[in-house]
């Protein structure tokens, strides 16, 4: 059984639907395999064996996922998940969305047009057609979870992904404050530091034994937002 490309499975009709975008690694991941305590998974990333393996951790915990090997800035892709979605549950009760591009480390001067493309693709570009085709699956009463950085914007040599994280975020913060009334609900929170690959290439020399395990973040988050 196929969504949208996706290889998936039944899921219970007592679980509702979340959209985890960015799932193959790092918070994504692990908000995905712990909300599949009581959601049905909808797992998008770019690295089949990730979500595979994933899909694996999933099972292991007696929960379904459906895989959705994608890239996010590749808007017909989206909308074919999207119409899939609808077609086969009626719409999603949660959407999380943790996929980003970390850029390298450069001095503004000497950002690549190459990096700089591929920054605002993935953190920029792709919110303007993710939001819209995603909003009406959440309807009213469902949720969208974003995630902010706010220590890279205006940091030295984090000009590449600062500046369009920042804009990934003002975008949220303006669809939450248009959503406040009628839904659905927009929530942006700030993570603790974790010992991401991400954050390795970041900070190379951190002692990664003081920053918070993925999983644990991934509990406190959802209880944030739940």
Request: hydrophobic letters at 45%.
């Amino acid at each position: 059984m196929t969504i949208g490309g996706a290889r998936a499975k039944a899921a219970p009709m007592s679980r509702p639907v979340a959209l985890i975008t960015g799932a193959s690694r790092g918070l994504g991941f692990a908000l995905a395999e712990a909300l599949s305590d009581s959601h049905h998974i909808v797992a998008v990333a770019r690295t089949t064996g990730a979500l595979e393996a994933l899909d694996d951790r999933i099972q292991a915990r007696g929960g379904a996922a459906t895989l959705a090997p994608m890239d996010v800035t590749d808007p017909d892709a989206m909308a074919h998940l999207c119409r899939g979605i609808h077609d086969r549950w009626g719409g999603a009760a949660l959407w999380c969305h943790t996929a980003v591009h970390a850029g390298p480390l450069t001095p503004a001067d000497h950002i690549t047009q190459k990096d700089w493309s591929k920054s605002v693709a993935t953190n920029v570009t792709a919110m303007g057609h993710l939001i819209p085709y995603i909003a009406p699956l959440l309807g009213r009463t469902g949720r969208a979870v974003f995630f902010d950085d706010p220590e890279a914007p205006g940091a030295k040599f984090f000009g590449l992904y600062g500046a369009t994280k920042a804009a990934q975020i003002a975008l949220a913060r303006s669809w939450a404050a248009e959503t406040q009334k009628h839904g659905p609900q927009v929530r942006i929170l700030t993570p603790q530091p974790m010992p991401t690959a991400m954050r390795a290439r970041f900070y190379p020399g951190e002692n990664r034994d003081r920053l918070t395990p993925p999983a644990d973040e991934a509990a406190r988050l959802i209880a944030a937002f739940s």
